[in-house]
């Protein structure tokens, strides 16, 4: 079945660092690929989503671009914040139903 | 933006209870929840659909009669944990979803962490 597979956290970085958090896929069709970011304390939210081979997406600094060669989806920001400390979910969706499958999360802690 | 409120945050309750986890939506008409379960270090796994006015569809070894779902508006759905047991302590999270604008995008309640003891 699909599977969304990310880095193990928790990440540290130095704000203002380079961040990359891998994230690969398995899937029978051509799914829309996400990345949901979870604050403390808060729900999970859409962060970018990308929805076809090659597309990229991007929001808050962050980008990730849509491999269908290597299954991929990895998110990148050139720049991180302290507010950017969260857990970061990467999903799929097959586009023959509404549902969602995550990765496991990665913590990402930004030190000032 | 779409807001999805879960309510408890957080229940400690005894074995052999019930609980009930509510989730709304706040600003928008829902007619597909979902419901989550979260271990800890784990991957948020769907439990059920939920669907405004008819029956949830449960995944795969999810257990019907132990997890009540509800829908009976476009505003609000109920998980209800019947007789808890410990091994049903966990975070359950709901989201809902706009179809056909947003079909594949969910908006996500913050989560309910269930303690059973």
């Known amino acids: 079945g699909d599977s969304v597979t990310q880095m193990e956290g928790p990440v540290t970085l130095s704000e203002e660092a380079f961040l990359t958090i891998n994230c690969t896929y398995t899937?029978?069709?051509?799914?829309?690929l996400f990345w949901y970011v979870q604050y403390p304390g808060e729900g999970l939210q859409l962060l970018l989503k990308a929805t076809k081979a090659d597309d990229k997406g991007s929001n808050k600094g962050f980008e990730a671009t849509y491999r269908k060669e290597t299954t991929s989806f990895h998110l990148e920001k050139g720049s991180v914040q302290v507010s950017d400390s969260a857990v970061y979910f990467c999903?799929?969706?097959?586009?023959?139903?509404?549902?969602?499958?995550f990765g496991k999360g990665t913590r990402l802690h930004i030190l000032p | 933006g779409a807001v999805v409120s879960q309510h408890p945050s957080w229940v400690i309750c005894k074995s052999g209870t019930s609980v009930k986890i509510e989730c709304r939506s706040l600003d928008f008409q829902a007619t597909t929840m979902f419901w989550y379960r979260q271990f800890p270090k784990q991957s948020l796994m769907l439990m059920a659909t939920?669907?405004?006015?008819?029956?949830?569809?449960?995944e795969q070894g999810v257990e019907k009669d132990k997890f009540l779902i509800n829908h009976a508006s476009l505003t609000l759905s109920t998980l209800t944990v019947t007789s808890a047991h410990p091994e049903d302590s966990s975070f359950y999270i709901c989201s809902a979803s706009l179809p056909p604008i947003a079909k594949n995008i969910q908006y996500f309640g913050a989560g309910t962490r269930l303690s059973v003891l």
């Open positions: 939920s669907n405004e006015g008819s029956k949830a569809t449960y």
């Open positions: 999903a799929l969706s097959e586009r023959r139903d509404d549902k969602i499958i």
């Open positions: 899937a029978t069709g051509y799914p829309s």
